[in-house]
Nanobody
């Protein structure tokens, strides 16, 4: 089973990034997939999740209206579109497969984690 993130990078405040998560080794359409992030010196937090047939949801109030999650069940991929980024969004972003088709902001519901992709927002 694999969960592999890509798309991170260094951007300026106000810019956008689109993270991708490629998965394999399980029946993609049966599980919720989501994103967590960990900022320097802070605890890991749930960012967004999408169940097998959607729609997606975002957890922190700070990202609502700026982050959008989507999934492509034909390609076994999930995407996180992040707009109007600010320095507080800096951190390592992890794609996760949940234990079931249930979305949660709590990491104990995440069964498999990717290696993470770094997002840095700085002027």
């Amino acid at each position: 089973l694999q969960v592999v993130e890509s798309g991170g990078g260094l951007v300026q405040p106000g810019e956008s990034l689109r993270l991708s998560c490629a998965t394999s080794g399980f029946t993609f359409a049966e599980y919720a997939i989501g994103w967590f992030r960990q900022a320097p010196g802070k605890e890991r937090e749930g960012v967004s999740c999408v169940s097998a047939k959607g729609p997606g949801t975002t957890f922190p109030v700070s990202v609502k209206g700026r982050f959008t999650i989507s999934r492509d069940n034909a390609k076994n991929m999930v995407f996180l579109q992040m707009d109007n980024l600010n320095p507080e969004d800096t951190g390592i972003y992890y794609c996760v497969r949940y234990v079931s088709n249930f979305c949660s902001q709590y990491s104990n519901w995440a069964a498999y984690w990717g290696q993470g992709t770094q997002v840095t927002v700085s002027s």
